[in-house]
């Protein structure tokens, strides 16, 4: 598939999605908010044959972004889903774990230092805090570090 296949298969989901951004030729990130974001990177994953490579979390300040990195390796470029968590008191999104399992360690890692829950996860335990870590205290959050 070349860049014109590509975008046209992405065009697929575009009413899943808040916008498309192409900083340079080999990075495309698809922003949506938390609720689409299954269906999104599962999109990805299942019809357009992207690999997994990891899932970071930020603390944007007013609301929480989940980014999903994928490699599509036949253009050379990696997609990133951003997904926007706008609820900063119960912030949630939904697992991916479901249809990629390999998920499962860094989306526990994002509940850990974040404080997100992540929803239908098949093993909500702590990862890297201690067990004996205050419950509410989250490491990663500005409300910590600052």
């Known amino acids: 598939m ?3 296949e590509l975008d ?3 065009s697929e989901i575009k009413d899943r999605l808040i ?3 192409q900083k340079a030729d080999n990075r495309i990130y698809l922003l949506c908010e ?5 269906a999104v990177n599962k999109f990805l994953f299942e019809d357009v044959g992207c690999r997994f490579a990891i899932v970071t979390g930020i603390d944007a300040e007013h609301c929480f972004e989940v980014l999903y990195h994928f490699s599509y390796d036949q253009l050379g470029c990696v997609i990133t889903v951003k997904a926007f968590i ?3 008191e119960h912030p949630s999104i939904e697992s991916i774990t479901p249809f990629l399992p390999g998920a499962e360690w860094i989306e526990r890692e994002i509940h850990d230092i974040l404080g997100i829950e992540i ?4 093993n909500m335990k702590r990862l890297i805090l201690a067990e004996d ?3 509410g205290v989250y490491p ?3 409300e910590v570090s600052t």
């Open 8 to 10: 046209k298969k992405l």
């Open 133 to 135: 870590w205050p419950e």
């Open 86 to 88: 706008r609820d900063r």
């Open 2 to 4: 070349n860049q014109q």
């Open 19 to 21: 916008g498309v951004e």
């Open 34 to 38: 938390a609720e689409n974001s299954y």
């Open 119 to 122: 929803k239908n996860h098949p």
């Open 140 to 142: 990663m959050r500005k």
